[in-house]
């Protein structure tokens, strides 16, 4: 970590080093840490969405999904930030967006507007075939907290593969 630590001391508006550092320390049980580096990550890029996603899920593993709403919220209104909108990793943050937004509005009872978040979704990314079925189920009113609680485990649960992209995390199980 001091590595880290000297990387976003000596360029606070390396993204990846405050994104790096948070995944590391919540991998280690330090989430109060790795809240507090996403919140310096933000302080030098206000409304980044990457750091803004961390920021939601770090949220969703403390299990407080109101704030994670709230965040996850605020990163989709903020996107694509400085990114290109046609870029793969904004599109990509994006996804992940409406994935973890779409099954918070589940767990509320919400079942349109998680039909709707995943919609775009899949607009954004056509060859997500499996969001067809899940779409439709959602609008015929089919859900139950249980399944919902499984798929957000799930998808907190994955992993980045190596430290300097994230993976997406929006394929919802069928």
């Given at each position: 970590m001091p590595y880290l630590q000297f990387t976003m001391q000596l360029d606070p508006t390396n993204q990846e080093a405050f994104?790096?550092?948070?995944?590391?320390?919540?991998?280690?049980?330090?989430?109060?840490?790795?809240?507090?580096?996403?919140?310096?990550?933000?302080?030098?890029?206000?409304?980044?969405?990457?750091?803004?996603?961390?920021?939601?899920?770090?949220?969703?593993?403390?299990?407080?999904?109101?704030?994670?709403?709230?965040?996850?919220?605020?990163?989709?209104?903020?996107?694509?930030?400085?990114?290109?909108?046609?870029?793969?990793?904004?599109?990509?943050?994006?996804?992940?967006?409406?994935?973890?937004?779409?099954l918070l509005h589940e767990l509320n009872g919400n079942l349109a507007m998680a039909a709707d978040m995943l919609q775009q979704e899949l607009n954004l990314f056509p060859e997500r075939t499996a969001l067809h079925a899940r779409i439709a189920s959602l609008r015929a009113g089919q859900t139950g907290h249980s399944p919902v609680l499984q798929r957000l485990q799930e998808a907190l649960a994955k992993r980045p593969e190596h430290m300097g992209r994230r993976i997406p995390s929006s394929r919802l199980p069928e």
């Open positions: 994104l790096v550092a948070a995944y590391w320390l919540q991998s280690m049980g330090e989430m109060t840490r790795a809240e507090e580096g996403l919140r310096n990550g933000l302080m030098q890029d206000p409304g980044n969405p990457s750091l803004l996603i961390e920021k939601g899920k770090l949220h969703l593993r403390q299990n407080d999904c109101a704030r994670a709403a709230r965040v996850l919220d605020a990163a989709l209104a903020s996107w694509p930030g400085s990114a290109d909108p046609g870029g793969d990793q904004a599109r990509l943050d994006r996804g992940e967006m409406l994935t973890y937004r779409a």
